[in-house]
């Protein structure tokens, strides 16, 4: 069994209330979850802390929207407090600020947990269609394995190119994130490690305790919602696709 759970926290640093902004007549946490309805997941639950966000979503198709505790710091928190209400061993973190996340990707980080029971984490990524976009510190970068394992991820712009060689190809993270439900209870309860501190990445509490984390390439690029300035961005292009 499996679920996707929608962390939907109102006071984001950056654009508070950046869950309800309006994209083509619909809250943004809306096309969100009509998103994940349409994977093959057992169940989609939105978790926030907020009650305009509560009844935006409470009477959704196919949707469980539950209350959460305002104290808790991370998305994933979020997702462990609600995934304690529920038995299903995948669970899926799809963020509430990602309106545009495809199904299918969804439903391949579903299939990548069912297909190998050793696998604790799987995540995604895609490849810098500009490489010169890697330079942003706030797109994060991921090195892979041969095995499409994840090495490390970084906000500086990984591999380093020292020599030059041509046609060097960076990694976008994806933040996207299934968990095995234990696996999600240990990680949400264990402290923040050093790398994570200093990158301000959670995924590298798991990289620096050994935990192998497979990483599906897509390419999908990512659309997500971080400021006032994204929304502008993707109401423009939104409306280039009307034309």
């Known amino acids: 069994m499996s679920a996707v759970i929608i962390p939907a926290r109102y006071g984001s640093t950056r654009f508070p209330g950046k869950v309800l902004a309006d994209i083509d007549g619909k809250p943004m946490i809306v096309r969100v979850a009509e998103q994940a309805v349409q994977t093959d997941c057992d169940k989609v639950i939105v978790v926030t802390d907020n009650e305009q966000v509560y009844k935006v979503c409470e009477n ?75 330079e942003n510190p706030s797109a994060v970068k ?16 990984i591999p380093y190119n020292r020599d030059n060689i041509e046609y060097i190809i960076r990694y976008r993270h994806i933040g996207i994130y299934g968990f095995r ?40 690029n990512p659309l997500s919602v971080d400021t006032y300035e994204d929304l502008q961005n993707i109401l423009k292009i939104l409306e280039m696709r009307k034309n």
Request: proline share 5%; aromatic share 10%; net charge negative.
């Open 60 to 134: 959704l198709e196919k949707v469980t929207v539950m209350m959460s505790p305002e104290n808790l710091s991370t998305g994933t928190d979020r997702v462990a407090y609600a995934a304690k209400s529920i038995d299903d061993d995948i669970i899926i973190n799809v963020q509430g600020d990602e309106p545009f996340i495809p199904p299918a990707l969804i439903n391949q980080l579903i299939d990548g947990l069912k297909r190998d029971n050793s696998l604790k984490m799987i995540t995604a990524c895609v490849p810098f269609g500009d490489i010169n976009n890697s």
């Open 181 to 220: 439900r234990d696996y999600l209870f240990e990680f949400a309860t264990q402290e923040r490690t050093f790398l994570e501190r200093c990158e301000n990445l959670e995924q590298l509490r798991a990289i620096e305790r050994g935990v192998k984390i497979k990483v599906i390439k897509t390419d999908y």
């Open 142 to 157: 991921v090195i892979l394995d041969e095995n499409d394992f994840a090495i490390y991820f970084s906000r500086y712009p």
